[in-house]
């Protein structure tokens, strides 16, 4: 369930895919490597799920196209660096209050450890489109971040 709360901003779209996410562990339990971790294999199978579901919703589409021109314009805005968080409940509520497909791409990215050119394979996008949402998901959560002590602190 954690995984899929990554990859959707509500709990009852979050519980449908970890739904069809066991499913497919369910289906496939005789495959199992005894060599590996089956949580690894289940976890792997669950962002493969988020993945799959990400593809199939066309609305995304548009969101992920960008031309090069747009890339190299928008890519050098801001030096990147990790930011570090109170918890991880507070991070995953600053990853909801980004564009779906740019923390989706982020999730794959810095969370889930795939290189740019995985992620654009995965999602059929460019590297540079993999990049760039990933660049904006830091610097929307770097603001966002700043927003929230700002409150704190005033």
Do not use: C
Request: hydrophobic residues 35%; aromatic residues 10%; proline residues 1%.
């Amino acid at each position: 369930m954690n995984v899929a709360l990554r990859y959707k901003n509500n709990e009852d779209d979050a519980a449908f895919l970890a739904n069809e996410g066991f499913i497919k562990v369910l289906s496939t339990i005789e495959k199992i490597d005894t060599s590996t971790s089956i949580i690894s294999w289940m976890k792997r199978i669950m962002v493969n799920t988020a993945i799959d579901d990400f593809r199939k919703n066309k609305k995304y589409a548009g969101t992920l196209s960008m031309t090069n021109h747009d890339f190299e314009e928008v890519y050098g805005l801001s030096e990147e660096a990790d930011l570090e968080f109170e918890s991880t409940e507070f991070f995953q509520s600053l990853l909801n209050q980004i564009p779906r497909a740019t923390s989706n791409v982020f999730n794959l990215y810095a969370i889930d450890g795939y290189s740019h050119k995985e992620v654009a394979e995965m999602l059929e996008i460019s590297l540079e489109t993999s990049k760039w949402h990933v660049k904006q998901a830091r610097k929307k959560l770097r603001e966002l971040y700043n927003q929230s002590e700002n409150r704190k602190v005033g």
